[in-house]
Nanobody, 111 residues
Framework: VQLAESEGGSVQPGGSLRLSCKASITIFNMGWYRQAPGKGRELVARFFNGDLEYADSVKGRFTISRNITSNTIFLQMDALKPDDTAVYYC??????????WGKGTLVTVSS
């Protein structure tokens, strides 16, 4: 499974950014993780077994969505904070639990 992420970018606090990730095949369990400098990788949001999951730190600010036809997921990030600065990774999980990762894209929130 190949995962192609869009470019991240730099934005000021309070700004918005949208990421996308296109999978090379139809796969239903997909999501976004992130890794901030000096920290471990953490879940941001994901589709998992028919449910939506969000990290508490992004609830109400980030929205994950998908286009099943194009095997693409999106992450709309609003009201961004400096603490959201991280490398964001697209993730996919097969029905047998095999994990796949995108190469990661940097999001920087700074004034």
């Amino acid at each position: 499974v190949q995962l192609a992420e869009s470019e991240g970018g730099s934005v000021q606090p309070g700004g918005s950014l949208r990421l996308s990730c296109k999978a090379s095949i139809t796969i239903f369990n997909m999501g976004w993780y992130r890794q901030a400098p000096g920290k471990g990788r953490e879940l941001v949001a994901r589709f998992f077994n028919g449910d939506l999951e969000y990290a508490d730190s992004v609830k109400g600010r980030f929205t994950i969505s998908r286009n099943i036809t194009s095997n693409t997921i999106f992450l709309q990030m609003d009201a961004l904070k400096p603490d959201d600065t991280a490398v964001y990774y697209c993730n996919a999980r097969s029905l047998v639990g095999q994990l796949y990762w995108g190469k990661g894209t940097l999001v920087t929130v700074s004034s």
